[in-house]
């Protein structure tokens, strides 16, 4: 076979990116956007000794699971790998990437481990409570917003991803209506020149509250008054006909019915409600980017309308989200997932809790309404800051937080300070955990450690090491918090044998 020739092959399996994977005389090939099932014509782009990668031409016989994705621009965009795959297929795909990873590289046998079924989501779209568009212009000059073509940096169009709130459209087309009026333009990342960066927009799925934060290439926003104005409503004026949808006053309308209920818990307060304007406007800032870089936000904030944060719930716990704060991005999994950590930590108000890689204390916060004491650890100070004021808003006072890493903390704590620990919570990043980490938890003898987990590779890696050391994994659950994407995350929990 050479480049650009074509061929037909079935697809028999997908690999861990979700592409398809099919063989033709024995040679492997990798089809993007292939579905497992579908029988293809493909091109031949790339070839290598054992495998090859070869673009999708046409689907000629499609897979009982092959959906018509419901985004325009799905294959385009590339950030929902698996959108042309029905849901339930989806979820089943990524029990499956799991289970293998816990068998090939865990060597665990396939019954030696219960994993209850995936936790999907009901609604598998509008998921994410942030979006960061960027800013640009078409070949006709007009102003536009969306996303990065592949691996270029032309941007697409694309001001409805359907992960994302329905809001993000209504406050793109204020952004660009203000941009038109102050005429600023979009920046350019080649010659470094025009002020609109992106745009960074947040929600807070239980308050409603919404956070705008313009990242722009100078010191100055010029009219800022006016973006203001434009987005809270606050002159009064209507803005029907500037460019404001009728798809996206209905979306307002759903928006004050789902929301009620929320309301009725008393996590929302009136006072971010407003006609004329992006209903639940509680907070706009812009940053100052003005580096050569592919780093979204620049470092400095500055405070133009509200308190500087948005507030939001998961589960009881309170959280402020600033324009630079980490924030889960799927707050109705998260609840979910950290809820089954919770479960699996089996507290009984007396324990000594350990959170390593606990971020802004998310788990940690969860647990301490449990325990007699969290400690957290987090190697991003920022991070630690907004995990303490979590805590005292939350008025939460047995949860204590290190920064550092784990890693290097805990051995510290527990070799000098003889820290103990009844249970050991860990969320790593797709790395997995030090070997020093895992070490310090055998010499640590927790009754049971629950492992979170966003890449099962490592996951299968780590609980190897720990049931070698004498743990046995008690249960598993897979938990979707990325729906559309070849992302899952999983919790599991050991107990000492
Ligand atoms: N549960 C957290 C998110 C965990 S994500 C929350 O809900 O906020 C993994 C975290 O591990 C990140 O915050 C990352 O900054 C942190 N991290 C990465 N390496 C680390 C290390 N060696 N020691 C401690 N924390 C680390």
């Known amino acids: 076979m050479e480049k650009n020739q074509e061929f037909i ?50 689907v000629l016989e499609p897979s009982v699971s092959r ?60 998921y994410r409570n942030k979006a960061q568009f960027p800013f640009g212009k078409d070949k006709d000059g007009n102003v536009i917003a969306g996303f990065y073509a592949g691996r270029t940096h032309a941007i697409v169009e ?12 209504e406050i793109l087309d204020i952004v660009k209506q203000f941009m038109r009026e102050m005429k ?45 104005e434009m987005l809270t409503g606050g002159d009064g004026k209507d803005r029907k006909g500037q460019g404001v949808s009728e798809q996206g006053t209905k979306g307002l309308e759903v928006k004050e019915q789902e929301t009620s209920e929320n309301e009725a ?44 944060f948005i507030t939001d719930y998961i589960g009881n716990v309170k959280y402020q989200i600033s324009p630079l704060s980490f924030y889960q991005v799927n707050p109705v999994q998260t609840e979910r997932l950290y809820g089954t950590a919770l479960e699996y930590a089996g507290l009984t108000g007396n324990e000594i809790v350990w959170d390593l890689y606990c971020g802004i204390g998310t788990i940690s916060l969860f647990l301490a309404q449990k325990a007699k004491k969290v400690y957290g650890v987090e190697i991003v100070p920022q991070a630690i800051e ?49 070997a020093v980490c895992l070490d310090t938890i055998l010499k640590m003898r927790p009754e049971r450690v629950v492992y979170v987990s966003c890449d099962s590779a490592t996951l299968a890696r780590d609980l190897r090491y720990l049931a070698d050391g004498g743990y046995v994994v008690e ?17 599991v929990e050991l107990c000492r044998k």
Request: hydrophobic share 35%.
């Open 9 to 58: 092959v079935t697809i028999e399996d997908m690999n861990e990116d979700g592409a398809g994977v099919g063989k033709v005389d024995g040679y492997i090939w990798f089809v993007k956007d292939a579905v497992i099932g579908d029988v293809v014509r493909a091109k031949a782009m790339k070839i290598k000794k054992s495998y090859g990668f070869a673009r999708l031409m046409e």
């Open 67 to 126: 959906v018509i994705p419901s985004c325009p621009v799905a294959r385009q965009c590339g950030g929902c790998q698996l959108q042309a795959m029905s849901y339930e297929e989806q979820l089943k795909f990524k029990e499956r990437k799991v289970m293998n990873n816990l068998v090939r590289i865990g060597k665990f046998a396939e019954d030696e481990i219960h994993m209850l079924p995936i936790m999907g989501m009901e609604e598998p779209w509008r």
């Open 158 to 169: 694309a001001e409805d991803c359907l992960l994302g709130v329905e809001e993000n459209r």
């Open 184 to 228: 600023i333009e979009p920046y350019d990342e080649i010659s470094h020149k025009g002020l609109v960066r992106h745009v960074l927009i947040r929600k807070g799925f239980k308050t409603g509250e919404i956070m705008v934060c313009l990242v722009i290439n100078g010191k100055k926003l010029p009219g800022k008054e006016r973006l203001v």
């Open 386 to 434: 907004d995990a303490r004021r979590n805590a005292e808003i939350n008025g939460i006072d047995n949860a204590e937080f290190f920064v550092g890493k784990a890693e290097e903390v805990l051995p510290e704590q527990f070799e000098k300070n003889h820290v103990q620990a009844d249970v050991i919570v860990v969320d790593p990043p797709r790395k997995g955990c030090d």
């Open 475 to 491: 249960r598993g659950r897979c938990c979707d918090m990325f729906p559309g994407t070849v992302h899952c995350e999983v919790c």
């Open 265 to 308: 818990k008393g996590y929302i307060s009136n006072r971010h409600v407003n006609r004329n304007g992006i209903k639940g406007m509680a907070s706009i800032s812009y940053s100052v980017n003005q580096e050569r870089t592919n780093v979204i936000m620049g470092k400095e904030i500055v405070n133009l309308y509200g308190p500087g």
